[in-house]
């Protein structure tokens, strides 16, 4: 059975920081396209970051130089460090998995508030 499962998510204050981590488990392996995505109330989902197998990342530019996207092959884990986060980077944090076939994760919320 494929899974993604979310975890790390919270309450922060503008300016702090949150690590987001997402468990692979069934037929996920290292040469899937790991992405994490963020959809805020009314709004539609969104690409925040991405990482082929290779260890190529891109960024959606709004989170470039505060956000990095990182993976653990051996541990199946991709991860999404997140520093001075700001009040518009409130949303549910998707974790998604993509190699023909697409999985997605439960989600996990990031709060950015004082």
């Known amino acids: 059975q494929v899974q993604l499962v979310e975890s790390g998510g919270g309450l922060v204050q503008p300016g702090g920081s949150l690590r987001l981590s997402c468990a692979a488990s069934?037929?996920?392996?290292?040469?899937?396209?790991m992405g994490w995505y963020r959809q805020a109330p009314g709004k539609q989902r969104e690409l925040v970051a991405s990482?082929?197998?290779?260890?190529?990342?891109s960024y959606k530019s709004s989170v470039r130089g505060r956000f990095t996207i990182s993976r653990d092959n051996a541990k199946n884990t991709v991860y999404l460090q997140m520093n001075s986060l700001r009040p518009e980077d409130t949303a549910v944090y998707y974790c998604?998995?993509?190699?023909?076939?697409?999985?997605w994760g439960q989600g996990t919320q990031v709060t950015v508030s004082s």
């Open positions: 990482i082929t197998s290779g260890g190529s990342t």
């Open positions: 998604n998995a993509e190699l023909g076939v697409v999985y």
């Open positions: 069934g037929s996920i392996n290292s040469h899937y396209i």
